[in-house]
């Protein structure tokens, strides 16, 4: 955390809101992740989705996940 310890907060926060959106690169999909209704998108997109509820999280502490298709990049 460098010391940073709320900007860490935050993105692991978003890190999590994005997870449990159901967003994962295909590495964390595993072999059932399309049947739990997860959305496979490239590393790009996820970083985006993540720093999307970086945002979200730091504005509304009750911030529902950003999904990661709304983010403008093509997954």
């Known amino acids: 955390?460098?010391?940073?310890?709320?900007?860490?907060?935050?993105?692991?926060?978003?890190?999590?809101?994005?997870?449990?959106?159901?967003t994962r690169t295909k590495d964390l999909m595993g072999p059932n992740g399309e049947a739990r209704g997860w959305?496979?998108?490239g590393?790009?997109?996820f970083g985006e989705a993540v720093a999307a509820n970086v945002t979200s999280a730091s504005t509304n502490p009750r911030?529902?996940?950003?999904?990661?298709?709304?983010?403008?990049?093509?997954?």
Do not use: C, N, Y
Request: hydrophobic fraction near 45%.
């Open 63 to 75: 911030a529902r996940p950003v999904p990661a298709h709304t983010t403008g990049r093509p997954t």
């Open 43 to 45: 590393t790009a997109a």
């Open 39 to 41: 959305v496979s998108v």
């Open 1 to 22: 955390s460098l010391g940073q310890v709320a900007a860490a907060d935050a993105i692991e926060k978003a890190v999590r809101l994005t997870l449990d959106g159901g």
